[in-house]
C-alpha cells in the first residue's frame, strides 16, 4: 500500500443518500496523486496559471508555506512515524479554479506501508478541516480496516453536525478506493461516499487525455454540490443554518 511516483487517479464519486429520502448520483472525476518529494518536478505547471496547475497555497495550511513541514507536524505531535514519502492526492486547478472537496495525504514509512491518512475537507462556505485517520497503535492501515472519526465539521448543510465517520481505505497496485459513511447522531447510516478509480503515470499526455475527457473538472465539481442541493430541496430535505466552525482544526480517529 503507498504510492511512490507521481500518479494519475482516473475513476467515479459516488454519492448515496440513504435517509430521510433516497437520492444517489455518480459522476467521472480525475486527481492528481503527487509525492511531496516530486511537487516541483511534476508534468504540470507549478504556483503560476496554466489550462491545469497546483498551487501550494489550495492546501495545508493554505498559506504557501511548505505542505511537507505542516504534515510532518501533524505526524509529530501525534507521535505517528510514517518518515518515508507523503504522497498528496488531490484535484488540480483548471484555468486557475480549483475546489477539493476533500483531498487525501497518504503518510507513508520507510518501508512504504501506509500509517496515516489526512483527509482534508473544505465545504462551499470557505471553511477547512482535516481528519487525522490512523489506528491507536500507528499500524499499517489495510483495506479491511474500518477508521472511526467524530463528525466536528459542517459540510453538507443538509445533515447535522454529529454523529460519526467510518473510513476505509483500499490502496495498492493501480487501484485507488476510499469509502466514507456517515451514520447520524442516533446512529443511523445515512450516506454513503465513495471515490473509486485506478492510478496511472502522470504525463503530459495523460494530463492531456484527462483535460479533454473531463473538461473544467473543479467547476463540475462544485455545480454538480450545488445542482444536487437544489434536489435535496425539492424532495423536501430541511436546510440546516451553517453553525460557527469549532477552534479544532485538526481531529483523530478513535
Known sequence: MGIADARLLTGTVMHQRLIPKKHVFQYG???LAIPLSQLKAMSLAYNRFAPLSFFDKDHGPCDG?????????????NAIEADGEITLVCMPRVFNYVFNPVSFWLCQDKAGQVRAILCEVHNTFGERH???CTHQNHDAIGPDHVLTADK????SPFLEREGQYQFRFDIHDDVFNVQILFFNGNGDKQLVTALNGKLQTLTKSSLRQVFWRYPL??????VMIHWHALKLVLKGI???????QKSEKISKTR
Request: no cysteine.
Open 29 to 31: 472525476i480525475y486527481y
Open 152 to 155: 466536528i465539521f459542517h459540510v
Open 65 to 77: 508555506s511548505s505542505l511537507a513541514v505542516w504534515a510532518r507536524d501533524i505526524l509529530t505531535q
Open 217 to 222: 473538472i473543479t467547476v463540475k465539481a462544485i
Open 130 to 132: 482535516t481528519y487525522l
Open 238 to 244: 430541511s436546510y440546516i443554518p451553517r453553525p460557527q
